[in-house]
Structures are given as structure tokens and as C-alpha cells.
């Protein structure tokens, strides 16, 4: 079973009221981890790199790790490009075997948006590599991108269709009020996403996939757990998972998960290091790590994704 693009993956989802999650990768910890939560409930996953990942682990290990996870699992597996800033890196991934990529041109002007992404997706297509492309802008902090609230803005609906039809992307990621890390909302302040935005948008774009990025619950346990073994973690607000599930229903066929991950993980080697205080063997607290990473993946597939089952 080689790698897959996200065509069909999406084209089921669509029809079966799911999303697919999307989850990064970092290193073999977490590879490991989401691949297995997957194999267990036989769902189909995306393992998605960013810029930040590349940087960190080096883009050969990330993908013959996630080569390795195709072999090991039998699952139809996509390894796409989270986050993509221009045409090189997106090339590069492409010419070095991702089976989608995402063009993230949303901080740039409508035209020249469209046509960054048009480019990419020229080249893309020529490989049967599937496109991901943005719309409206996510506030929040990564690694290479960090976008104020007040310069955050949502998708317009009336631009999708002039959009996708302009670009040729495979899938959009829109903005209705995620945003990316563990900090969405401000202390108090009740989440709330414009579901009205996502209904338009589907309308005008029917059976077509949207993405959902900056979609982790940061589930207040791992916060709780990260304090009570020495963290300092302000009060960190996610998005619902009711609110996640509802998407999933609607136009969402992928939904994008990092910050959960790094909790869990994070979580989990405080709490062994605490309790063990002698451990020294990196195996022995990367072991509740990568079973951490499985729980949080194999709860997302079936409480949020609805995605149980999508693999066969
Ligand atoms: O949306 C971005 C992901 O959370 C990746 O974060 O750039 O720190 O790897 P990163
Ligand atoms: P979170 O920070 O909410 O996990 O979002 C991840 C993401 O959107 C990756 O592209
Ligand atoms: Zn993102």
C-alpha cells in the first residue's frame, strides 16, 4: 500500500458526514502513536509536517517515518504539508514524495493568493499530489507565522467559489474563529465559532472538502496534569468538541491537530518523571508519551472525527 492523496479520503468523508484528522508530526514518538490509534480503529489519518517539523527532525526522517508507518500499518496514509509559505518548499515536498500539500497564501492579497496557489497547484497535479489552499486568516502562533486577533479576519464566502475555481485547489481551509495553540480564547470568554460562515460557504461550494485548522479542545486534564507536575500553564481555552463534531457534519473533511498532541505527550512525561524520579532512559518516559499520543488520537477519531471504520 504506497501513500494515498486526499481525494477519495475526502469524497467518503463528505458523503459520510465525517472529517479525517490531521494530525502533525514531530518525531517517531508520535508517528508511532497516531498510526497505531488509527490501525486500532481502522481509520484513515493524514500525518502532516510543517516548516517547524522540517526544521526540527530533518524532512527525510519525517517522511521514512511515516514510509515506515504505511508498512507497518497497512493504512492508506497521506503525508501532507502543513502550513506550506511559498512555491519552493511546497515543490520540494512535492519532488521529495508528500502526496498533498498545503499553499498557505492567506496573509497575502486576494490576487496574489490566487495565483501563488494556482501555481502550486499546476505543479501539484502534474503528480497527482493533492492541494490544500486558504481563505481568511487563523490568529494564533507558530513557529513561522503569528497572527494578532485584531489582524486574524474570516473567510468571506462570497470569494470561495471565485476562489477554487480560479486556483484548482483540491480542499480550502476556511477561518470561522479557531486559531492555532493552546491560548483560542481569552480567559472567561465563551468559544464560539460562526457556524453561519461554514453553512455559506458549503452552499457555495456543494460536496466540496474545507479544512479546519487551530482545532484542538486542549482538553483542561492535560493542563491540570502539566501544573500538577510542575507546569505553569495560564488557563488555556480549546475549541468544544460538540462544536468539532457539528463541523465534521457540515463541509469539514479535515481537521488539523497539534497542540492536543503536544499536551498529552507533555503531560504524560511530567507525570512518569515526577513519579519516577530516577528514571534516566529516555525509553521509559517516551513510552507513556507515545501511549498518550494513541489515547488522545484514538478519543479525536471517534468522540470528534466520527471517523472509525473510514480505513476499510
Ligand atoms: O499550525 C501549525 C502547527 O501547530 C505546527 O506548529 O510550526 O510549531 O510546528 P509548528
Ligand atoms: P492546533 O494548534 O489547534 O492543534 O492547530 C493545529 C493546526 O492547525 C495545524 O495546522
Ligand atoms: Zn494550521
New binding site residues.
Partial sequence: MPLVNSVEMFKKAYAGGYAIG?F?VNNMEIVQGITEAAKELNSAVIL?V?AGARKYANPVYLRKMVEAAVEVTQLPLVLHL??GADFDICKSCIDSGFTSV?IDGSHHDYEDNVALTKKVVEYAHQFNVTVEGELGQ?A?I?DDVNVSAEDASYTNPAQVQDFVERTGVDSLAIAIG?????Y?FKPGQKPQLRFDILEEVGKRLPEFPIV?????S?MPEYVAMINKYGGQMPDAI??PEDMLRQAAKMAVCKI???????LAMTASVRRHLAENPSHFDPRQYLTPARNAVHEIVAHKIKTVLGSEGSAL
Fill in positions: 490531521a502533525n502532516q510543517s502543513d502550513h498545503m487563523l494564533g507558530e479557531t486559531s492555532h495553540g493552546a483560542k479546519l485548522h487551530g482545532a484542538s486542549v480549546g475549541i488539523n491537530v497539534d497542540s492536543d498532541i503536544r
